[in-house]
C-alpha cells in the first residue's frame, strides 16, 4: 500500500537550520510529483511547491523562495524540505504529499511539526 | 497567482442536512480543482479532484460540481463523521488552497 512516512517533531531556535524527510514506498517513487504544504496552528492550508521526482525540478510558490529547497535521493524514494534562518513565524506542521494521476493530492505523510523559539 | 475565495468560513448544520460549499477562482481554472477533508490533528484526505470526480473509496453523499471560476461542494446528507475543516484547491496554475470551512454540528 502506498505510504509516505514522514521524520519526527523538531523543536529549533531562531536562524537555525531544519531538514524534514518524506519516504515513499508502495508505489514507482519517480512516477509522481511530491508536494509540499504547511498548516501554521489554527491556521488553514498553504501550498508550498511540489518537486518532480523524475527530473528532479523543484517548483516554488510565492512566500517560499530562498529558505525553503525541495530535494531527494531516489536511492531511497525519499524527498526532503530543507529549511534555513528559521524564525518563529516558520512554526508549523509540514506535510508532503503525493500527487494523484487524476489530480489532486492523494496520498499524505503525517505531518512533521517544527517549533521554532529561543 | 489564482486566488480561491471559499465561502462561508465557517457552517454549522443538523444531521441528514443538506451542507453546499463554494469556492470561486480569480480566473477560469479549467475543472482543475480538488475537495479536501481534514479533521483535527490529521493530515487531509482527497474527495473529489476535476472539480466533479470522486476518489476511490469516498461516500457518494459527498459531490462535486462546477465550471470556470464558481465550483459547489455538497453533503447531501450530513453525517456525525463529516465533522471537519474542508478545503477546495485549484491545479490550474501551480496551486492555491482555499481559506477552509469549518463544519460544525448544531
Known amino acids: ?118 | 497567482d489564482i486566488q480561491m475565495t471559499q465561502s462561508p468560513s465557517s457552517l454549522s448544520a443538523s444531521v441528514g442536512d443538506r451542507v453546499t460549499i463554494t469556492c470561486r477562482a480569480s480566473q477560469d481554472i479549467n475543472k482543475y480543482l480538488s475537495w479536501y477533508q481534514q479533521k483535527p490533528g490529521k493530515a487531509p484526505e482527497l474527495l473529489i479532484y476535476g472539480a466533479s470526480n470522486l476518489e476511490t473509496g469516498v461516500p457518494s453523499r459527498f459531490s462535486g460540481s462546477g465550471s470556470g471560476t464558481d465550483y459547489t461542494f455538497t453533503i447531501s446528507s450530513l453525517q456525525p463523521e463529516d465533522i471537519a475543516t474542508y478545503y477546495c484547491q485549484q491545479y490550474d496554475t501551480l496551486c492555491t488552497f482555499g481559506q477552509g470551512t469549518r463544519l460544525e454540528i448544531k
Not at chain 1, 531527494?72 to 529549511?83: A, E, F, G, P, Q
Request: proline share 3%.
Open chain 1, 1 to 118: 500500500q502506498v505510504q509516505l512516512v514522514q521524520s519526527g517533531s523538531e523543536l529549533k531556535k531562531p536562524g537555525a537550520s531544519v531538514k524534514v524527510s518524506c519516504k515513499a514506498s508502495g508505489y514507482t517513487f519517480s512516477s509522481h510529483t511530491i508536494n509540499w504544504v504547511r498548516q501554521a496552528p489554527g491556521q488553514g492550508l498553504e501550498w508550498m511547491g511540489w518537486i518532480n521526482t523524475n527530473s528532479e525540478n523543484p517548483t516554488y510558490a510565492q512566500g517560499f523562495t530562498g529558505r525553503f529547497v525541495f530535494s531527494l535521493d531516489t536511492s531511497v524514494s525519499t524527498t526532503y524540505l530543507h529549511i534555513s534562518s528559521l524564525k518563529a513565524e516558520d512554526t508549523a506542521v509540514y506535510y508532503c504529499a503525493r500527487w494523484g494521476d487524476y489530480g489532486g493530492a492523494d496520498y499524505w505523510g503525517q505531518g512533521t511539526l517544527v517549533t521554532v523559539s529561543s
